[in-house]
Structure formats: C-alpha cells, structure tokens
C-alpha cells in the first residue's frame, strides 16, 4: 500500500480553485513533487520542492505543505487541467514513494 | 533538452525475467545532480517507484520489489537497465524510465521517457 495518500477523485467548476492533497509521514521531512498526467501520456511535473514551477506551468499551479500534508492548488482551473494528479516524496534510503493519484474533473 | 527512451520486449513469459534499456540522449548519465529511475504504472492504476541509481552505481530500490529487482548504469552508452526476475501478471504494466533529481529537502522527476508496455503472459 502508498504511504502517501490522496482523495481518489476531486471536481471542480470551471475558473474556481481546487485543492488536492496528499497526507504522509514522509512528508513532515520532505517536500512533495506533483505530476499531472493524461490518459496515454506519461506524467508531467507540475510543482516540486517548496513551490516551484518547471518552465512551461501555468502560475494557476501552486503547492504548499503543513506539517504531514502537502497541497497542490490550482487557482482558476481551466477544461485542460482535467487528468490525474500524483504526489511524489521521498522516503528512507532514497526510495521515492507515489500517492494513490487523483482524478480531476473540471465540470 | 533531455530525452529518455525505452526498449525491450512488449511480452515476458511468467516466471522468467523482464529487461528494459533506458537510452539517454541530450545530456551525460554521469552528471554529478542526477539519479535515474524506473517507475511502472499497471493499466488503470497508479505509479509506482521501482528503484533508482546513481551513476557511481549506488542503488535504492522498492522494499516490494527489492528482491526481485536489479537496475544498473552503463557510462559508456549513456544506458541504465533494469532486470525484474520471476515475473507474474501482476507485473504487466506500462515501465517509464526517468531522470531524478534528490536534494536535503526532497525530490522530483523532470524527464520521463514515453513508456513501455510490458505484458506477462504465456
């Protein structure tokens, strides 16, 4: 089983801000990467250590972190934001973990 | 910019072994920043980390996996690989090759190959 986890599936009206999260123990030690991913792609990083973006990310994208959870904000979501989200940590010895992944349906 | 690419076998028979090749272009698998990884992803289902390597070849694997997995890097080809024994069903699923990045305060995967679908069956 994940030690990360995430609501399986979160909705959202078009131009409002959702919150997805992600709750683990790892986290109170490091930082979550979001990956955003569309059927038949492969994941796209989105947010990673504090609250950086790679080139290319909308600033609608954001993260955040309290204590043993980790949030990814996206603040006036739009149709192509639609896909699953997974948060990424590190655990002991250098393994990475996943969360479970998240669905977004933006209504 | 940075490219990953899979290759191997699309089909493995239970019980025998899975390899996979990851080829990087556009940069040196020996830089000093980065650690290379394999992640999986069952149809219909979730991510998961399989193990990861630095170039020196020190490695960090899936405790659920650990046994079953070995990943290694070849310099010279600019290659890393990874050999999965005894496979069953449960390890059919589409193999992502990637670029890892580790700091203090965490982690993040920049690059990912396009993925490969490897299905176990007779």
């Known amino acids: 089983s994940s030690e990360l986890t995430q609501d399986p599936a979160v909705s959202v009206a078009l131009g409002q801000t959702v919150r997805i999260t992600c709750q683990g123990d790892?986290?109170?030690?490091?930082?979550a990467s979001w990956y955003q991913q569309k059927p038949g792609q492969a994941p796209v990083l989105v947010i990673y250590a504090k609250n950086n973006r790679p080139s290319g990310i909308p600033d609608r994208f954001s993260g955040s972190r309290s204590e043993d959870t980790a949030s990814l904000t996206i603040t006036g979501a739009q149709a192509e934001d639609e896909a699953d989200y997974y948060c990424?940590?590190?655990?002991?010895?250098?393994?990475?973990?996943f969360g479970e992944g998240t669905k977004l349906t933006v209504l | 910019q940075l490219q990953l690419q899979e290759s191997g076998p699309g089909l493995v028979k239970p019980s025998e072994t899975l390899s996979l090749t990851c080829s990087v272009s556009g940069g040196s698998i020996d830089s000093s920043s980065s650690y290379w990884g394999w992640i999986r992803q069952p149809p219909g289902k979730g991510l998961e980390s399989i193990g990861n390597?630095?170039?020196?070849?020190?490695?960090h694997y899936n405790p659920s996996l650990e046994s079953r997995v070995t990943i290694s890097v070849d310099t010279p080809t600019n290659q890393f690989s990874l050999r999965l024994s005894s496979v069953t069903a449960a390890d059919t699923a589409v193999y992502y090759c990637?670029?890892?990045?580790?700091?203090?305060?965490?982690?993040?995967?920049?690059?990912w190959g396009q993925g490969t679908l490897v299905t176990v069956s007779s």
């Open positions: 790892s986290l109170r030690s490091y930082y």
């Open positions: 990637a670029r890892l990045t580790l700091y203090g305060s965490g982690s993040h995967i920049e690059y």
């Open positions: 390597i630095y170039y020196s070849g020190s490695t």
């Open positions: 990424n940590s590190r655990s002991s010895g250098n393994h990475l973990v």
